[in-house]
């Protein structure tokens, strides 16, 4: 539970670091977009440098980086398993064929470029918000960013406060939850033994003391901010401002620049394309 990278912020002194938030948001969706355009090797050989680069430059140690990909192992591996044994290519012979099962040398480079794919939209995206960007300063920029859509009514600020309390509480909810399984296993529960069933229902006493802490740490919050005389966004002010500077353009520029070579490498059409 210490390895979920959401919400948490690793403290440094890195480019990364020095960026503005709002324009670590839009290059964090440029990434995303980068990553669904890749087709081929070229494409794809790109990307994975561009990862690696941004974990040099962030400065957060790639111990850290690879502990978080731990929790996405299981869901890695699935994708994986079901593009190999569902892809089919009518134009060659499969590779392995055993039963109901074929392995095409397509499914094989599908697998393969997906895997990538998710690796480097987790990096990208951890890399350049929550490892570098404190939960406050991300639901800021947010706010920032959508600030056009109050024109038509939209509840702007509550959206980015209700995200600022989430992302807040979520290593909270964490240690709560570490604190209720070790209470339940000195009354020896045990959450690793039995069948698939037996371990989904050991999960209960967990779950639902758990739910009661957070419903019981939700009233008070709101308590708290109602004594506090919380109205909103109205009227209120910002104790830093949000300016850019030339070197946030500069990392503007080469970001689309480098959407610009992913798109370029799928017309060269290097190696094996999608």
């Keep these: ?74 869901v890695l591996l699935f994708t994986v398993a079901i593009n190999i044994f569902m892809t089919k290519d009518a134009d060659t012979d499969p590779l392995f064929s055993y039963w109901i099962f074929e392995i095409y040398t397509k499914g094989l480079y599908s697998a393969l470029f997906i895997a990538i794919r998710i690796l480097c939209m987790i990096i990208g995206t951890c890399m350049l918000l929550t490892y570098t960007t404190t939960p406050i300063a991300l639901t800021d920029a947010l706010e920032r960013l959508l600030s056009p859509l109050r024109y038509i009514k939209l509840p702007v600020h509550e959206f980015s406060m209700m995200m600022s309390i989430a992302l807040r509480f979520i290593p909270t909810i964490m240690e709560e939850a570490e604190k209720i399984m070790a209470a339940q296993k000195a009354r020896g529960a045990g959450f690793t033994e039995g069948n698939l069933i037996k371990r989904i229902k050991s999960l209960i006493p967990i779950l639902i003391p758990l739910f009661a802490s957070v419903f019981r740490r939700a009233f008070e919050l709101a ?51 999608l």
């Design 1 to 74: 539970m210490k390895n979920v990278a959401l919400g948490q912020y690793y403290p440094a002194r890195s480019p990364l670091h020095k960026l503005d938030p709002r324009i670590k948001l839009i290059l964090a969706m440029l990434y995303i977009v980068a990553a669904f355009l890749c087709k081929n090797l070229l494409g794809f050989g790109l990307l994975i440098t561009s990862a690696l680069l941004l974990i040099f430059i962030s400065r957060v140690p790639l111990k850290t980086v690879l502990r978080s990909l731990r929790l996405i192992v299981f």
């Design 223 to 273: 308590t708290a901010m109602t004594c506090r005389c919380y109205r909103g966004g109205d009227g209120r002010t910002r104790m830093t401002s949000m300016r850019l500077r030339a070197y946030d353009v500069v990392m503007c520029i080469l970001s689309i620049a480098f959407l610009a070579g992913i798109v370029s490498c799928n017309y060269w059409g290097i190696g094996y394309t």
